[in-house]
Protein backbone atom coordinates (compact mmCIF):
# COMPACT_ATOMS: atom_id res chain seq x y z
CA UNK A 1 0.00 0.00 0.00
CA UNK A 2 1.10 3.33 -0.71
CA UNK A 3 3.17 4.91 2.56
CA UNK A 4 4.33 8.40 2.65
CA UNK A 5 6.28 9.39 5.62
CA UNK A 6 7.64 12.82 6.64
CA UNK A 7 10.34 13.83 8.89
CA UNK A 8 12.83 16.68 10.05
CA UNK A 9 10.17 19.02 11.70
CA UNK A 10 10.60 20.99 14.47
CA UNK A 11 10.85 24.87 16.02
CA UNK A 12 12.89 26.94 14.71
CA UNK A 13 13.71 30.58 15.30
CA UNK A 14 12.27 33.30 12.52
CA UNK A 15 14.87 33.82 9.89
CA UNK A 16 16.22 30.16 10.29
CA UNK A 17 16.16 27.28 8.04
CA UNK A 18 14.82 23.73 8.32
CA UNK A 19 14.81 20.69 6.10
CA UNK A 20 11.69 18.07 5.31
CA UNK A 21 11.79 14.71 4.27
CA UNK A 22 9.30 12.51 2.87
CA UNK A 23 9.91 8.77 2.85
CA UNK A 24 7.78 6.76 0.07
CA UNK A 25 6.89 3.34 -0.49
CA UNK A 26 4.52 0.98 -2.19
CA UNK A 27 4.68 2.84 -5.31
CA UNK A 28 6.84 3.21 -8.60
CA UNK A 29 8.37 6.67 -7.13
CA UNK A 30 9.98 7.85 -10.04
CA UNK A 31 7.09 7.89 -11.93
CA UNK A 32 4.55 10.47 -9.79
CA UNK A 33 5.39 14.25 -9.13
CA UNK A 34 4.60 14.80 -5.64
CA UNK A 35 3.49 17.89 -3.66
CA UNK A 36 3.69 19.80 -0.81
CA UNK A 37 0.88 21.07 1.12
CA UNK A 38 0.82 22.98 4.80
CA UNK A 39 -1.87 23.30 7.06
CA UNK A 40 -1.28 26.00 9.89
CA UNK A 41 -3.11 25.09 13.55
CA UNK A 42 -6.73 25.10 12.78
CA UNK A 43 -6.66 26.70 9.45
CA UNK A 44 -7.07 25.41 6.25
CA UNK A 45 -4.95 23.91 3.70
CA UNK A 46 -2.71 25.51 1.23
CA UNK A 47 -0.68 24.20 -1.85
CA UNK A 48 3.56 24.89 -0.99
CA UNK A 49 5.47 23.02 -3.91
CA UNK A 50 5.49 20.54 -6.62
CA UNK A 51 8.08 18.63 -8.44
CA UNK A 52 7.76 16.40 -11.38
CA UNK A 53 8.59 12.79 -11.19
CA UNK A 54 11.65 13.02 -12.44
CA UNK A 55 12.54 16.66 -11.22
CA UNK A 56 12.79 18.23 -14.42
CA UNK A 57 10.12 20.89 -13.16
CA UNK A 58 9.32 22.54 -10.34
CA UNK A 59 6.49 24.93 -8.94
CA UNK A 60 5.96 27.42 -5.70
CA UNK A 61 3.06 28.99 -4.42
CA UNK A 62 4.04 32.82 -4.61
CA UNK A 63 4.17 32.49 -0.55
CA UNK A 64 7.10 30.09 -0.18
CA UNK A 65 9.14 31.55 -3.93
CA UNK A 66 12.65 32.36 -2.90
CA UNK A 67 12.57 30.79 0.30
CA UNK A 68 11.83 26.70 -0.26
CA UNK A 69 12.99 24.61 -2.42
CA UNK A 70 11.90 21.35 -3.19
CA UNK A 71 13.57 18.18 -4.74
CA UNK A 72 13.96 14.91 -4.39
CA UNK A 73 16.44 11.56 -4.84
CA UNK A 74 14.72 8.72 -7.23
CA UNK A 75 17.14 6.26 -5.69
CA UNK A 76 16.47 6.48 -2.25
CA UNK A 77 12.56 7.42 -2.77
CA UNK A 78 12.59 10.75 -0.96
CA UNK A 79 11.21 13.57 -1.25
CA UNK A 80 12.78 17.02 0.41
CA UNK A 81 11.69 20.84 1.22
CA UNK A 82 14.35 22.84 2.08
CA UNK A 83 13.28 25.99 4.02
CA UNK A 84 15.09 28.91 4.21
CA UNK A 85 13.92 32.69 5.83
CA UNK A 86 11.65 30.87 8.05
CA UNK A 87 9.12 33.28 9.46
CA UNK A 88 6.13 32.58 12.12
CA UNK A 89 3.46 32.24 9.59
CA UNK A 90 5.18 29.62 8.18
CA UNK A 91 3.97 27.80 11.84
CA UNK A 92 1.85 25.18 10.43
CA UNK A 93 1.62 21.02 9.27
CA UNK A 94 3.11 19.67 6.40
CA UNK A 95 2.26 17.67 4.46
CA UNK A 96 4.11 15.72 1.31
CA UNK A 97 1.46 14.31 -0.90
CA UNK A 98 1.56 12.33 -4.42
CA UNK A 99 0.27 13.58 -7.71
CA UNK A 100 -2.41 12.11 -9.53
CA UNK A 101 -3.04 14.69 -12.28
CA UNK A 102 -4.00 17.87 -10.71
CA UNK A 103 -5.11 16.62 -7.46
CA UNK A 104 -3.69 14.55 -4.43
CA UNK A 105 -4.57 11.24 -4.17
CA UNK A 106 -2.68 10.10 -0.86
CA UNK A 107 -1.26 12.36 1.66
CA UNK A 108 1.58 11.81 4.40
CA UNK A 109 0.94 12.23 8.34
CA UNK A 110 2.27 15.31 8.27
CA UNK A 111 4.95 16.75 9.83
CA UNK A 112 5.02 20.04 12.40
CA UNK A 113 7.06 22.95 11.69
CA UNK A 114 6.84 25.72 14.38
CA UNK A 115 8.74 29.15 14.08
CA UNK A 116 8.81 31.11 16.93
CA UNK A 117 11.67 33.02 18.94
CA UNK B 1 -4.78 33.62 -5.83
CA UNK B 2 -7.62 33.70 -3.11
CA UNK B 3 -8.95 30.91 -1.36
CA UNK B 4 -11.65 29.65 -2.60
CA UNK B 5 -15.40 30.55 -0.73
CA UNK B 6 -16.98 27.22 0.85
CA UNK B 7 -19.39 27.45 3.76
CA UNK B 8 -17.81 27.34 7.07
CA UNK B 9 -20.65 25.00 7.99
CA UNK B 10 -23.06 22.52 7.21
CA UNK B 11 -25.82 20.23 8.73
CA UNK B 12 -28.00 17.43 8.69
CA UNK B 13 -29.51 14.31 10.19
CA UNK B 14 -28.62 10.42 9.75
CA UNK B 15 -29.70 9.34 6.41
CA UNK B 16 -30.32 12.92 5.33
CA UNK B 17 -28.23 14.45 2.22
CA UNK B 18 -26.29 17.65 2.76
CA UNK B 19 -24.49 19.95 -0.19
CA UNK B 20 -21.09 21.96 0.01
CA UNK B 21 -20.69 24.46 -2.51
CA UNK B 22 -16.96 25.74 -3.28
CA UNK B 23 -17.16 28.98 -5.13
CA UNK B 24 -14.57 30.41 -7.19
CA UNK B 25 -13.61 32.50 -10.19
CA UNK B 26 -13.20 32.54 -14.11
CA UNK B 27 -9.90 32.09 -13.34
CA UNK B 28 -9.54 28.99 -11.04
CA UNK B 29 -12.99 26.49 -11.04
CA UNK B 30 -14.04 28.46 -14.33
CA UNK B 31 -11.48 28.01 -16.53
CA UNK B 32 -10.65 23.73 -15.13
CA UNK B 33 -12.28 20.79 -15.07
CA UNK B 34 -10.02 19.82 -11.72
CA UNK B 35 -12.08 20.11 -9.03
CA UNK B 36 -11.34 17.61 -6.45
CA UNK B 37 -12.40 17.84 -2.57
CA UNK B 38 -11.25 16.04 0.28
CA UNK B 39 -12.20 14.86 3.58
CA UNK B 40 -10.31 15.59 7.24
CA UNK B 41 -11.07 14.19 10.57
CA UNK B 42 -9.93 15.70 13.77
CA UNK B 43 -5.99 14.89 13.73
CA UNK B 44 -5.64 13.07 10.20
CA UNK B 45 -4.56 13.94 7.49
CA UNK B 46 -6.69 14.83 4.18
CA UNK B 47 -8.39 11.81 2.12
CA UNK B 48 -9.39 12.41 -1.42
CA UNK B 49 -12.90 12.06 -1.63
CA UNK B 50 -13.97 13.16 -5.49
CA UNK B 51 -11.45 14.24 -8.54
CA UNK B 52 -11.98 16.16 -11.93
CA UNK B 53 -15.08 17.40 -10.71
CA UNK B 54 -17.25 13.89 -10.23
CA UNK B 55 -14.81 11.28 -10.17
CA UNK B 56 -14.63 8.74 -7.66
CA UNK B 57 -11.51 7.16 -6.12
CA UNK B 58 -11.63 3.09 -5.75
CA UNK B 59 -12.86 2.95 -2.03
CA UNK B 60 -14.79 5.82 -1.66
CA UNK B 61 -18.90 4.95 -1.30
CA UNK B 62 -21.15 6.52 -4.12
CA UNK B 63 -22.80 8.36 -1.56
CA UNK B 64 -20.25 11.29 -2.28
CA UNK B 65 -20.94 13.16 -5.65
CA UNK B 66 -19.61 16.06 -7.43
CA UNK B 67 -20.74 18.66 -9.73
CA UNK B 68 -19.60 21.92 -11.45
CA UNK B 69 -21.58 24.51 -12.49
CA UNK B 70 -19.66 27.79 -14.20
CA UNK B 71 -17.73 28.95 -11.38
CA UNK B 72 -19.08 26.88 -8.03
CA UNK B 73 -18.02 23.47 -7.61
CA UNK B 74 -20.50 21.49 -4.74
CA UNK B 75 -20.11 18.30 -3.23
CA UNK B 76 -23.17 16.50 -1.99
CA UNK B 77 -23.36 13.90 0.59
CA UNK B 78 -26.03 11.15 0.14
CA UNK B 79 -27.30 9.38 2.84
CA UNK B 80 -25.32 10.84 5.71
CA UNK B 81 -23.48 8.52 8.02
CA UNK B 82 -21.76 9.31 11.67
CA UNK B 83 -18.18 8.69 10.17
CA UNK B 84 -18.76 11.70 7.52
CA UNK B 85 -18.55 14.16 10.21
CA UNK B 86 -15.56 15.68 9.39
CA UNK B 87 -13.75 19.25 7.86
CA UNK B 88 -14.11 18.88 3.88
CA UNK B 89 -11.76 20.99 1.23
CA UNK B 90 -12.10 21.55 -2.31
CA UNK B 91 -9.32 22.15 -4.48
CA UNK B 92 -8.89 23.59 -8.17
CA UNK B 93 -6.36 24.02 -10.58
CA UNK B 94 -5.38 27.71 -10.48
CA UNK B 95 -3.61 27.79 -13.85
CA UNK B 96 0.32 28.10 -13.90
CA UNK B 97 0.83 25.52 -12.17
CA UNK B 98 -0.57 26.69 -9.06
CA UNK B 99 -3.68 25.08 -6.98
CA UNK B 100 -5.98 26.78 -4.78
CA UNK B 101 -7.88 25.37 -1.58
CA UNK B 102 -11.24 26.29 -0.44
CA UNK B 103 -11.99 27.89 2.69
CA UNK B 104 -13.22 24.48 4.19
CA UNK B 105 -16.52 23.32 5.86
CA UNK B 106 -17.46 21.67 8.49
CA UNK B 107 -19.95 18.64 8.60
CA UNK B 108 -21.87 17.68 11.35
CA UNK B 109 -24.39 14.57 11.42
CA UNK B 110 -27.43 15.67 14.30
Known amino acids: QVQLVESGGGVVQPGGSLRLSCAAS????????IHWVRQAPGKGLEWVAF????????HYADSVQGRYTISRDNSRNTLFLQMNSLRVEDTAVYYC??????????WGQGALVTVSS | HSALTQPPSASGSPGQSVTISCTGTSSDIGAYNYVSWYQQHPGQAPKLMIYEVRKRPSGVPDRFSGSKSGNTASLTVSGLQAEDEADYYCCSDAGNNNFVFGTGTKVTVL
Open chain 1, 97 to 106: AKDLWYCFDF
Open chain 1, 51 to 58: IENDGSRV
Open chain 1, 26 to 33: GFTFSSYG
